[in-house]
């Protein structure tokens, strides 16, 4: 028997889907971008859902770059609004803690998320875990995401985690180089799994970076499936409503 969803939202409601921003201080356009969006598209939504990566890099919500300021008071103006805003942890921003939380007023959503869109059962994820073919990425976030290897890093002074996770970048980049493309899209299998244990008929992730809208047979039953698209040259979100998904490209400021 499937749980009850999280949320509900009907037909009505207008509700957002976004991940991999990746914002960066180096990249101030995709900022303003993301602020033009908190104060326009988003404000006519009930909820907006961020599905991870927003940040290219979050080392700890004491990150003192003026720069965030820019990002957090835009959400924070939006959930000022009303709008209901949820931030789910991705491979790059799993280190946002509660002081942000608080701060933007977002609420966390755990890694793996059902939600009502009208009569579907909509699973939520980053994408990240349905990447069994990479196993040097699982290893090492199950490295990263225990708790005591979390504390031990975000008791180091900035300047440190600032040098590490500059750091990991660069082994990413490396292992990255040497891994194939199949090999770092999501495994069919886990999909599927994923999809009959959450008895859903639909996924929305990001995190592979290939947009798309396709269809997956699971069990004899049709599950429709949507990858968001990254904001590295354009912003774009989901948006659902009337019983409707359609992907939206923003454009730039
Ligand atoms: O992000 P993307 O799409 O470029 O690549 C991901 C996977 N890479 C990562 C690593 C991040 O990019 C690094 C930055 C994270 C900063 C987090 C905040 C600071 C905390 C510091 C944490 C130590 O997620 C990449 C996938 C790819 O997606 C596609 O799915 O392939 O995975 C990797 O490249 C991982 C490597 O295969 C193995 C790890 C190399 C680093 C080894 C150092 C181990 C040190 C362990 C520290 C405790
Ligand atoms: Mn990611």
């Given at each position: 028997m499937a749980d009850t969803p999280r949320a509900q939202w009907s037909d009505a409601a207008t509700v957002l889907f976004i991940a991999?921003?990746?914002?960066?201080?180096?990249r101030p356009r995709m900022i303003d971008a993301f602020r033009a969006f908190c104060a326009g598209p988003a404000r006519t939504a009930r909820a907006v859902y961020?599905?991870?990566?927003?940040?290219?890099?979050?080392?700890?919500?004491?990150?003192?770059?003026?720069?965030w300021d820019r990002v957090l008071d835009a959400i924070g103006a939006l959930s000022a609004r009303g709008v209901a805003i949820h931030f789910m942890p991705g491979n790059r921003d799993f280190l946002v803690g509660d002081r942000l939380l608080a701060r933007t007023g977002m609420s966390r959503l755990d890694d793996i998320e059902v939600i009502g869109l009208g009569d579907r059962r909509t699973l939520l994820c980053h994408?990240?875990?349905?990447?069994?073919?990479?196993g040097a990425y699982q290893a090492f976030r199950n490295q990263v995401r225990s708790p005591e290897w979390q504390q031990d890093f975000l008791a180091r002074p900035l300047a440190e985690r600032r040098r590490i996770a500059a750091g990991l970048r660069g082994d990413s980049g490396d292992a990255m180089s040497g891994k194939s493309a199949g090999q770092m899209d999501v495994n069919a299998n886990a999909l599927r799994a994923l999809c009959r244990e959450q008895v859903v008929d639909r996924v929305i992730h990001g995190?592979?970076?290939?947009p798309g809208h396709d269809r997956w047979t699971v069990d004899g039953k049709t599950v429709e499936r949507w990858v968001l698209a990254d904001w590295f040259t354009a912003g774009s979100m989901l948006r659902a409503h009337g019983g409707v998904i359609e992907s939206v490209d923003l454009g730039t400021t």
């Amino acid at each position: 028997m499937a749980d009850t969803p999280r949320a509900q939202w009907s037909d009505a409601a207008t509700v957002l889907f976004i991940a991999d921003l990746h914002l960066d201080p180096g990249r101030p356009r995709m900022i303003d971008a993301f602020r033009a969006f908190c104060a326009g598209p988003a404000r006519t939504a009930r909820a907006v859902y961020i599905l991870g990566d927003l940040f290219e890099v979050w080392i700890g919500d004491d990150d003192d770059n003026p720069v965030w300021d820019r990002v957090l008071d835009a959400i924070g103006a939006l959930s000022a609004r009303g709008v209901a805003i949820h931030f789910m942890p991705g491979n790059r921003d799993f280190l946002v803690g509660d002081r942000l939380l608080a701060r933007t007023g977002m609420s966390r959503l755990d890694d793996i998320e059902v939600i009502g869109l009208g009569d579907r059962r909509t699973l939520l994820c980053h994408g990240d875990t349905l990447c069994t073919d990479d196993g040097a990425y699982q290893a090492f976030r199950n490295q990263v995401r225990s708790p005591e290897w979390q504390q031990d890093f975000l008791a180091r002074p900035l300047a440190e985690r600032r040098r590490i996770a500059a750091g990991l970048r660069g082994d990413s980049g490396d292992a990255m180089s040497g891994k194939s493309a199949g090999q770092m899209d999501v495994n069919a299998n886990a999909l599927r799994a994923l999809c009959r244990e959450q008895v859903v008929d639909r996924v929305i992730h990001g995190h592979t970076h290939r947009p798309g809208h396709d269809r997956w047979t699971v069990d004899g039953k049709t599950v429709e499936r949507w990858v968001l698209a990254d904001w590295f040259t354009a912003g774009s979100m989901l948006r659902a409503h009337g019983g409707v998904i359609e992907s939206v490209d923003l454009g730039t400021t």
